[in-house]
């Protein structure tokens, strides 16, 4: 069957300085002879004329030349659609790129593109919003709002964030509820994420599947900041997938599990991020694998 690709460009992911990524697939797509639309992504990030536009004009590939936050836009009305969703990662953290194997040069990322060799992955829901990749709350949630405040953008502004926040951010009381077990913690930050990447090609862990139908999720208690540092430090480099949760873990300054679902009460509102973006947080959620949601192109 001939491909037929609609790619959208954030102009202002990572840098900004995506112009020639624009002109990077042009020559590409003339010269491996397929059929091509480029489009801005929409500021308003509203994107459900998609489907019908997909149906309409018979496209089989939708390309996000983005971050997280562009993907997750987009993604979100492809759920049942006989399309394939490829990335060009130009955002901060590309999370969901660096765990599909997809490089962040642009153009091994079209050539992994051009070659089409796609698979299922798993995506979630957090009180029914779409997630890619990964929500968190606490101390990542708030430097993902005040990095959407800055006038840049790209990786240097998000750790000049990252390093304010963390000698700032509170801590918050939440109660986790997997299955039977309730879990009431003061955490630093959760993160619930899809797979084994946080973003950056910092992976919490390593065993950890984009398509194995469960969320990884990461509970980090805010003690002394050099403890706490170690501890997470100590579960990137050794992080190894516990069987339960509960009692026995109660202790540790990081705590580590994988569920297909869940729940989190957030009674003092601490913030909330999807996909690295700022969006209102709530006192509760409710949390649940989509299994098979994309068809990802990736790495043969």
Do not use: W
């Not at 609609?6 to 697939?25: C, D, E, H, W, Y």
């Not at 997997?178 to 862990?205: K, L, P």
């Not at 409710?286 to 790495?299: C, E, G, K, Q, T």
């Amino acid at each position: 069957m001939s491909r037929k690709l609609l790619f959208f460009i954030n102009p202002i992911s990572g840098n900004g300085k995506n112009a020639s990524v624009a002109a990077l697939i042009h020559k590409n797509m003339q010269s491996a002879k397929l059929d091509y639309v480029i489009q801005d992504t929409r500021k308003d990030g509203r994107y459900d004329f998609l489907p019908e536009l997909i149906r309409a004009e018979g496209f089989t590939d939708v390309i996000v030349c983005g971050g997280d936050g562009s993907i997750n836009q987009v993604g979100a009305f492809l759920l049942d659609l006989p399309v394939q969703i490829g990335i060009i990662p130009l955002g901060s953290g590309n999370g969901l790129a660096l765990a599909a194997g997809i490089s962040r040069k642009p153009q091994k990322a079209l050539d992994i593109i051009i070659a089409g060799h796609a698979s299922r992955i798993d995506a979630f829901r957090i009180n029914g919003r779409f997630s890619c990749m990964l929500c968190g709350l606490g101390f990542d949630a708030q430097v993902a709002h005040d990095f959407a405040k800055q006038s840049t953008r790209g990786l240097s502004t998000y750790v000049i964030q990252t390093i304010r926040n963390f000698f700032k951010s509170p801590d918050y009381p939440f109660t986790v509820i997997v299955g039977n077990t309730h879990i009431q913690t003061r955490a630093f930050f959760i993160s619930i994420a899809n797979s084994n990447q946080f973003g950056n090609r910092v992976t919490i862990a390593p065993k950890a599947s984009l398509s194995d139908g469960l969320l990884d999720v990461v509970m980090v208690k805010k003690t002394n900041r050099f403890l706490m540092v170690f501890s997470l430090l100590r579960q990137i480099r050794y992080g190894r997938l516990q069987e339960t949760i509960g009692d026995e873990y109660s202790k540790k300054q990081v705590q580590y599990f994988q569920s297909s679902e869940l729940e989190i009460k957030n009674p003092e509102l601490a913030p909330l991020h999807i996909d690295g973006e700022a969006v209102p947080t709530e006192s509760s959620f409710s949390i649940h694998v989509i299994p098979s949601a994309l068809n990802l192109i990736r790495p043969a």
